[in-house]
Structure formats: structure tokens, C-alpha cells
């Protein structure tokens, strides 16, 4: 399965209950989603559920942007 934009920002806008149209590349997952730290623990828990990459606790924490997930999964698939 190839790991695409939608598949990441569909994943994060039924975690965080968010509107897609809020979700882009270049935002910023706390500073404009307003996700908390647990929220941030439960995106991690539903991307590995859903995409099978395992994300390491100290790559959690510099999975700032929807990008940074995006590369961040589509390198462990590879």
C-alpha cells in the first residue's frame, strides 16, 4: 500500500476531529490542530494501527508538521 498525503491527513482528521480542509503539508500539528500530547500519543497509535510503521517515541517527538509524518512513515515502508 502506498502511503500517500490523503491516506496521513484522513488518519489525522479522525484522530484529532479536525476538518480536512484545515490538514496541509506545512501544518503544524500542535501549534494549528491545538493537539495535546495525547492526542499526539493516540495519531501515533492510529498511524501504526493503520499504516503498519512502527514510530519510535523519540521520532515522536520531532513529527512536528503533516509532512514530517508523511516522510517519517513513507521512509519506514521503504
Avoid at 484522513?10 to 503544524?28: F, K, R, Y
Avoid at 498511524?47 to 521520532?59: A, F, M
Amino acid at each position: 500500500m502506498e502511503i500517500t498525503f490523503e491516506t496521513v491527513r484522513d488518519i489525522i482528521v479522525e484522530t484529532l476531529s479536525c476538518d480536512a480542509g484545515q490538514v496541509a503539508l506545512d501544518t503544524n500539528l500542535v501549534e494549528e490542530l491545538e493537539a495535546d500530547s495525547l492526542e499526539i500519543v493516540e495519531l501515533s497509535m492510529a498511524l501504526q494501527e493503520s499504516l503498519g510503521v512502527t514510530i519510535e517515541d523519540e521520532d515522536l517527538e520531532k513529527l512536528k508538521t503533516v509532512r514530517d509524518i508523511l516522510d517519517y512513515v513513507q521512509s519506514k515502508q521503504a
